[in-house]
């Protein structure tokens, strides 16, 4: 079958056809019902079926032979570290730390979060959690306390699992300090919380709430996989929507395995014994997805890399890693490579590496510009496939298929994501749902169902899944981004049609962004936008109005707003660029002009307002503001 028939089936009969995948997976009980309606009448896959997706990833590989293969390699040039686990080491680390937890009363359907930097001991307790059929509800180590309060009041944590710190390049960030202060500010308190140790900081533990990873694991027994329903969940992960508050992604276990083995092997080529690098982070999806669970269920070699890819120590790090563990396919995200490109524009460090194991890199995160793509391709000679996916969906929804029908990999196209991925029925809709013309860009969406693996819910706010992303269109998945189809059928996505947007492959919320500047007691209204940026693809622009009467200096108040998105969102959110203006322009309902903005901002023509006010705002702005994009 070629990649357009598979396709058709598919989407005709999504049912046999999930039902043949479900065989990849080693279930207790084998599902009986494929597809059926929930009460919060959303679709759910296998919803009879039985399985544990840590057995999946550990035990059955053990069960299968594979016990003395390598499961996860732990590469750590921060710190000078370097560890290897094999499958029967990984399994009894998880089945003890899962005794660590039950002690703790951590049982089926409880809710564990995880503040990890990327270390092995991450790892070990999102698949401890799975093994107890509890929820992990890992959070990136770069967001802020506020941000982890956030997070426990919503997930409502029983356990946090951390360390005593990460390591960024040439820093020492404690992460018990952001752990306490979360917990003083969150409403819900967890019971306890388990440190692991490391020795670049050691963190102080609180009494009666605090345990120590080492000493826990050292009275461990090592516990057996439970079994738990398909449609259980298996974790929550936090993402960036439209509004200030978070969306609590639910993921269950049972059309998760189903679409991580569907994809390591149709999406990645990858076969029990490859060695698969996802150079993300276990804070994002990627991370979730192909570092943990779809790497370890195909039976792979996993990295977790603790490094980046510049500077530690140089632009050659990534392709040392590769050289040295024999890494097959490679995916990390294009701010990563023109990070790489800027340092080592000439490719020069590809040569001091043996590169032959490597067979193609994989890119998502964000759309892989061309140039990137061009450079990528010319000093690797690999196939370069950009892939386009959400933490909503979990795994890619548009790829280039790795087999046209003769076994050879479809062509891939500069800018373009590739062809819709099997079972995702993808269409591009104009603001009324109609399909609009080949070649021409609209809305892009999924009409229903979606395959498995896809989110389950939202987190304690099923109404958000419908609000959020099912009512544009009624029978459709609204994604959030726009693009068009070229007429050979390949996926050009162009970038968000909301308020989201992406810095360094992460994804933020310019309205949560907004929300802390305008806490600021000297703010009257603000306005937070992306702009262009040569290395990581956006990055936000901050426009404030101040209150009449305010004395501070503009360079104090300036200071003042960046350090309260850094304290309460997170380093990462990047807010280097902050401007103070007289006034914002708006829509006679009072809506900020952001397309306005953005255009501007862009260098391009502005569209403009047919009040005179407005003209007059924008006029006063475009001398601030004119071609800021980095570019
Ligand atoms: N814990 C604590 N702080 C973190 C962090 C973490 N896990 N990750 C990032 N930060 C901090 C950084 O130290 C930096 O702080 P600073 O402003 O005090 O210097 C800030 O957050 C921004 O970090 P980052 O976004 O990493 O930017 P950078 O300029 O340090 O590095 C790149 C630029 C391109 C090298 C880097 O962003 C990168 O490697 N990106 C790849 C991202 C990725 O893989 N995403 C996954 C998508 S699939
Ligand atoms: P996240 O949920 O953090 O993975 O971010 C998802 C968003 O990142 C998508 O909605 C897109 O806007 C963007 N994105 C991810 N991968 C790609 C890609 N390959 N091409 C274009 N945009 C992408």
């Known amino acids: 079958m070629n990649h357009s028939e598979r396709q058709e089936l598919a989407i005709t009969s999504p049912e046999s056809y999930w039902q043949e995948q479900a065989k990849l997976v080693a279930w207790y009980k084998a599902p009986k019902t494929i597809l059926s309606t929930n009460s919060e009448s959303w679709h759910e896959w296998f919803a009879d079926g039985e399985l544990n997706s840590c057995y999946l990833a550990l035990d059955y590989h053990v069960e299968q032979g594979r016990g003395a293969q390598i499961a996860l390699i732990y590469d750590s040039p921060v710190t000078g570290n370097k560890q290897k686990f094999t499958y029967s080491e990984l399994t009894s680390l998880v ?27 991450a790892a070990i307790a999102m698949l401890a ?32 699992v951390s360390a005593s710190c990460g390591i960024e390049i040439a820093k020492v960030i404690p992460y018990k300090p952001l752990i306490d202060e979360a917990i003083e500010i969150a409403v ?10 490391r020795e670049q900081i050691k963190a102080s533990l609180i009494k009666h709430r605090d345990l120590d990873w080492q000493e826990q694991m050292d009275v461990a027994v090592e516990i057996s996989p439970v079994a738990v329903k398909s449609t259980d969940p298996l974790y929550i992960l936090y993402t960036s929507g439209t509004t200030g508050k978070p969306k609590g992604v639910v993921r269950d276990n049972g059309g998760h395995a189903v679409a991580m083995l569907y994809s390591m092997k149709n999406i990645y080529g990858m076969q029990a014994g490859d060695t698969f690098w996802a150079a993300s982070d276990v804070g994002w999806v990627v991370g979730h997805s192909y570092i943990i669970y779809g790497c370890l269920m195909a039976g792979c070699t996993s990295i977790i890399y603790e490094g980046k890819p510049i500077k530690t120590p140089d632009a050659g790090a990534f392709w040392r890693v590769c050289a040295e563990y024999k890494v097959n396919a490679l995916f990390a995200a294009p701010t990563a490579f023109r990070a790489m490109g800027k340092e080592d524009p000439d490719g020069d460090f590809l040569k001091d590496y043996d590169l032959s194991s490597l067979k193609r890199l994989y890119l998502a995160g964000e759309r892989l510009d061309p140039t990137t793509y061009h450079w990528l391709k010319e000093k690797t000679q690999l196939p370069v496939i950009d892939h386009w996916w959400q933490t909503e969906t979990g795994w890619a929804i548009a790829s280039t298929p790795l087999d046209d029908g003769n076994g050879n990999m479809m062509t891939t196209k500069p800018g373009s994501a590739g062809l819709p991925v099997t079972g995702f029925n993808v269409q591009i809709l104009d603001v009324n749902g109609h399909q609009v013309p080949t070649g021409q860009q609209g809305n892009v969406a999924i ?8 989110l389950a819910t939202i987190y304690r706010d099923a109404p958000k899944l419908i609000s959020g992303y099912l009512s544009t269109y009624p029978g459709y998945y609204m994604t959030g981004d726009g693009g068009y189809f070229d007429e050979e059928g390949y996926l050009f996505i162009m970038g968000r049609t909301d308020d989201v947007i992406n810095v360094a492959g992460h994804r933020l919320s310019t309205g949560e962004l907004e929300e802390v500047l305008s806490a600021h007691p000297a703010v009257a ?29 503009d360079e104090n108040l300036i200071a003042e707003l960046k350090q309260s998105i850094r304290a309460d969102i ?62």
């Open 447 to 454: 009409k229903l169902p979606l395959p498995p693996g896809c």
């Open 95 to 121: 089945a003890k730390f899962a005794d660590v937890l039950k002690k703790q009363q951590v049982t089926k359907g409880d809710r564990v979060l995880i503040y990890m930097p990327m270390i092995p001991q």
């Open 129 to 160: 959690c799975a093994r107890l059929g509890a929820i992990h509800s890992v959070v990136f180590g770069g967001f802020a306390a506020n941000e982890l309060a956030v997070r426990i009041n919503d997930a409502e944590p029983k356990v946090i």
């Open 188 to 197: 819900h308190k967890p019971s306890c919380c388990i440190i692991y140790q």
């Open 525 to 553: 209204e603000c306005a937070v936008v992306g702009i262009n940026d040569a290395i990581k693809g956006q990055i936000p622009l901050g426009l404030v109005v101040i209150k009449n009467g305010i004395t501070t200096s």
């Open 570 to 631: 997170g380093p990462i959110a990047s807010l280097k660029d902050l401007y103070i203006i007289d006034r914002l322009p708006k829509t006679r309902s009072g809506k900020i002009l952001r397309k306005t903005l953005r255009q501007m901002i862009d260098g391009k023509k502005v569209e403009i307002p047919s009040t005179i006010e407005d003209s007059q705002v924008i006029a006063e702005l475009s001398s601030v503001l004119v071609n800021l994009s980095k570019v």
